[in-house]
C-alpha cells in the first residue's frame, strides 16, 4: 500500500517567541471604518439566522427573478446521476469525481468541513494537485491553468468513481496536535493536518507531487463580491509594501476562458477564478466529472480511459443550466449582523482595528452600477480585500497558482462567520477546515498576520472574547 504524506511545512513558525511586551499599546487605527448598520449585504440583507442562514435569495430580488432562483437551486441542491439516466437533465455524472451534488460540499450553502478521524471520509476537502513547472517549457500551460497538472493524475485527486471505474485513489487525514501558549498562561490545542494519499489505481504518484488541500467555502454574497469594480479591489494592493506596515496585498491574474484574456482574479482560496461562471462550471468538471461550454474537458487524463464513458460529444451541463447555476449562486443573500448594541461587540469591532486585521480583512466597498439592480451600489460589509497575502509556512502548500504563490492565499471575506456553524455544525476555518474556532484560525495566522496574531496572543482573556464575538457578530 503506498501512503505518502504531506504536511503544512515548518509548522514550529507557529511556536516563534512572542516580540512584543506585554503591556505593549496598540495605536488605534483611526482610517479603518466601523460598520454601523446591520445589513451587511446591502439591501438585500435578509433576517435570517438559523440553519437556513446561508440558503435564501437576495432579499431584494424581483418576484420576476424567483423562479429563476429556484431553478438554480434545484440543480446545485439535487445529486447527479450516472448515465444513461431518465434524469437526462442531471445525468453525466463521473467517470471520476469527489461528489454528486453542489451541495454535497458547500453544504446548505455554507462551509464544509475535514474529516474529524482517519476512520471517516472527506465530504467536502479534497487535494488539488500539481507538480513544479518550467516557467520556459510550461508558459503555456502556465498562462491558461495557472500550474502543471500531475502527470496521469490530473490537477485533483478524485476519490470516487462510476461502476466500471476505479477511484484515482483514498485520501487520508491525520491530525497531530500542536499547543500554542498565550501571553496570560492559558493554553490553546490547534490541529496540524498530515495528508495522506493511499491506495493510488493508477499508477504511482509522481515524486515530486504537490498537493493543496481545499475545504468548500461559503456561497453567500458571490455576486455582491463580483460587483466590486476592479478598481477598487486593486487601490488595496502595496505589493512592495510601500508603507511599512508588513501587509503587501497584491492581486492575482488568471485566465478568462470565455474572453481568452488575462483578468483580475475573484474567486477561490488563492483567487484563480475571474468570476462564478467560470468558477462553478470549473468545480462541475473537476469535483463532479460533468462538462460544459466554458470547461469542455474533465480532469480525467488520457491514461485512465475515460472516453469509454463518452455520451455521444455533448455536453452534461448545458449552456441553461449553467446560467441557472450562475444566476442561483449570485443570488445567495447575506444575513443581517447581530449583537451590533452589545459594548463587548463594539470593543471586539475596536480591537479588530487596532490589531491592525482590517488591513486585509477590508471592511466595506460600495458595489458598481451593474446589470442587476439587486446587485448594484450597494454598500457591503464583506470584510476583504480580495487579494493575495503570505500567510506564513505554517498555512502553506508549496502550490503556485497563476500569480499566487505556495505561501499566499486569498483574503476570506468575514460576513457570516458567526453563522458558520450554525449552518454546518461541523464546518472548519481556514483553507482546508484544521481551525475549529475562530481563535484556532487567528492563531494560525503568520506571515503578514504574523503581528497582528502576536498582539492577539497578548491580550487578556476578556479582550481576546471580546475580539471573538465581534468575529460572530458579522
Given amino acids: 500500500m503506498s501512503r505518502p504524506s504531506f504536511r503544512s511545512a515548518l509548522f514550529q513558525a507557529l511556536l516563534l517567541p512572542l516580540t512584543l511586551s506585554a503591556g505593549a499599546a496598540f495605536a488605534a487605527q483611526s482610517d479603518y471604518p466601523v460598520q454601523e448598520t446591520p445589513m451587511t449585504g446591502g439591501a438585500g440583507s435578509v433576517k435570517q439566522h438559523d440553519h437556513n442562514a446561508f440558503s ?279 444575513p443581517t449582523r447581530r449583537d451590533m448594541e452589545s459594548p463587548e461587540v463594539q470593543r471586539g469591532a475596536e480591537l479588530f482595528n487596532q490589531l491592525n486585521c482590517a488591513a486585509c480583512h477590508t471592511p466595506t466597498y460600495t458595489t458598481a452600477k451593474v446589470e442587476r439592480d439587486d446587485l448594484s451600489e450597494q454598500v457591503i460589509w464583506p470584510y476583504s480585500d480580495l487579494l493575495l497575502h503570505d500567510m506564513g509556512p505554517g498555512l502553506a502548500d508549496g502550490r503556485d497558482e497563476f500569480l499566487a504563490d505556495g505561501n499566499e492565499w486569498r483574503t476570506p471575506p468575514l460576513w457570516g462567520m458567526g453563522l458558520a456553524q450554525q449552518v454546518n455544525p461541523s464546518a472548519g476555518f481556514l483553507h482546508d477546515g484544521r481551525a475549529r474556532t475562530l481563535e484556532e484560525a487567528i492563531l494560525w495566522h503568520a506571515g503578514e498576520a504574523q503581528a497582528s496574531a502576536d498582539q492577539y496572543r497578548l491580550l487578556p482573556a476578556p479582550e481576546r472574547a471580546a475580539l471573538q464575538r465581534f468575529l460572530n457578530s458579522l
Avoid at 61 to 74: A, E, I, Q
Avoid at 161 to 175: D, Y
Avoid at 209 to 225: D, H, K, N, Y
Avoid at 279 to 301: I, K, V
Fill in 56 to 334: 435564501l435569495p437576495q432579499g431584494n430580488l424581483p418576484m420576476t427573478k424567483r423562479l429563476d432562483f429556484s431553478v438554480g437551486n434545484s440543480f446545485f441542491r439535487n445529486p447527479w446521476v450516472v448515465a444513461p439516466s431518465s434524469t437526462d437533465a442531471r445525468d453525466g455524472l463521473g467517470p471520476l469525481f469527489n461528489t454528486n451534488s453542489c451541495q454535497g460540499c458547500h453544504i446548505k450553502d455554507g462551509r464544509g468541513h475535514a474529516p474529524p478521524s482517519v476512520d471517516e471520509p472527506s465530504v467536502s476537502l479534497f487535494l488539488r494537485l500539481a507538480v513544479p513547472a518550467d516557467p520556459e517549457t510550461d508558459a503555456e500551460i502556465l498562462k491558461r491553468h495557472g500550474f502543471v497538472p500531475a502527470p496521469v493524475y490530473g490537477s485533483q485527486l478524485q476519490t470516487s468513481a462510476i461502476p466500471g471505474m476505479q477511484p484515482e485513489a483514498r485520501m487520508v487525514v491525520e491530525w497531530q496536535p500542536l499547543e500554542q501558549t498565550l501571553a496570560d498562561g492559558t493554553k490553546v490545542s490547534l490541529r496540524q493536518p498530515v495528508y495522506h494519499i493511499e491506495s493510488p489505481n493508477y499508477g504511482p504518484l509522481p515524486d515530486n507531487l504537490l498537493i493543496s488541500p481545499r475545504v468548500a467555502p461559503p456561497m453567500i454574497g458571490l455576486g455582491l463580491l463580483e460587483s466590486i469594480a476592479e478598481a477598487d479591489i486593486l487601490s488595496h494592493e502595496d505589493p512592495n509594501d510601500s508603507n511599512g506596515d508588513g501587509i503587501s496585498g497584491r492581486a492575482n491574474r488568471v485566465w478568462n476562458k470565455a474572453t481568452e484574456t488575462t483578468v483580475l482574479g475573484r474567486f477561490g482560496w488563492k483567487a484563480a477564478e475571474p468570476n462564478i461562471l467560470q468558477q462553478a462550471m470549473g468545480a462541475f468538471a473537476g469535483d463532479m466529472g460533468l462538462t460544459s461550454t466554458l470547461s469542455p474537458q474533465t480532469d480525467c487524463t488520457p491514461e485512465q480511459k475515460c472516453d469509454a464513458f463518452a455520451n455521444g460529444g455533448e455536453y452534461e451541463v448545458s449552456d441553461k443550466v449553467a446560467n441557472f447555476i450562475a444566476f442561483y449562486s449570485a443570488s445567495l443573500a447575506v
